[in-house]
């Protein structure tokens, strides 16, 4: 992989992307046509996940996975039947899916689409846009829509509630691989119906330069998780989950060992095996639209290193401290903390 000079990866910081979070194209264009159509009933409908997330529930877990479901929200209104949902992003539509599984609620608020939509946005805050796999998905959308709206109906929330907390619980690696995924189909969904994800990841090369940009020391290199040297000294090993993408990085002091990852998973299955118990953080700092991965992780490092004084648990902890529970501010704090 080739490498930039340092003036390059201070430029990109420099450059880097702040998305303010909207609506994409296709959903503000059903809004602006249909928007104020009345809301005569909802129907929610549910499919088995999508075939490339079941493949790797099927090769990798031991979970049912054939009972995890995508659900949906079709609105039928005075200008026809719209669909909702949460993927990626937030998507909108006109055509219906087929499904065999749905649940009627033919006593709602008699409101306009948009009214239902704004008063959902306004209840769920930061979360309205972003997606993660097991805690802020589909189900999570159209619970928030329901409850946000005056929609208490019980049985509407068993049909919606599906514990993928269960299924994603000290397993991060395979988390990861179902956010890798979405996220494939965020890029796509952005090429398809406009938009912008400016992308600030960085290769093995730039991380190593960066490194010896900012003096961090007892640094071991990048390694692919299931590549690790057998004998770990004491220091940073910055760790790639699968060769091509998400940047972490794992600190051996002394028989201690702690972990980093920005989305908040544990570390994965191989690294698991080989070092046995570890420290790590499940508080999520990066935003699901970032790609800014490698960025954290060099300045995990470096607040450790200038921090070594002190408990490197407490240290860990205030490091976590220097960001916003709104990821979508971190990516300025980051900016100020590289600078």
Known sequence: MSGKGI???KHSINNMFLETATMPPNVKDILNRRGDAVVKSIKIGRT???SAIQGI???LSTVPYDNLFHLFMIFKTTKGDI????NARINASTTIPKSEDWYDLNSVPNKTLNDYIQTAK???GNRFFPYHPSTNNCQDFILQMLKSNGINDENAFNFVKQDTTMIFKNKGWLSNMAKSVTDLGG??????QGGQIQKNDLTNKEIDELVKHYKIKNYNG??????LPEKLMNGYYVINLNGNSHWTCLL???NKYYYFDSFGFPASAEVEDQIGEYIYSDIDIQNINSTSCGFFVIIWMKYMQEHKHKNKEICYASFLELFSNHTEENEKILHDLLN
């Not at 669909?83 to 949460?86: P, S």
């Not at 890029?187 to 398809?192: G, K, L, N």
């Not at 990048?222 to 590549?227: A, E, K």
Request: charged share 30%; proline share 3%.
């Open 83 to 86: 669909l909702f949902e949460k």
């Open 122 to 124: 306004k209840a769920m």
């Open 187 to 192: 890029y796509a969904d952005v090429v398809m």
């Open 7 to 9: 003036g390059q990866i």
């Open 222 to 227: 990048c390694y692919i998780d299931d590549r």
């Open 48 to 50: 088995p996940v999508q």
């Open 57 to 59: 529930l099927k090769t």
């Open 252 to 254: 051996k002091d002394g």
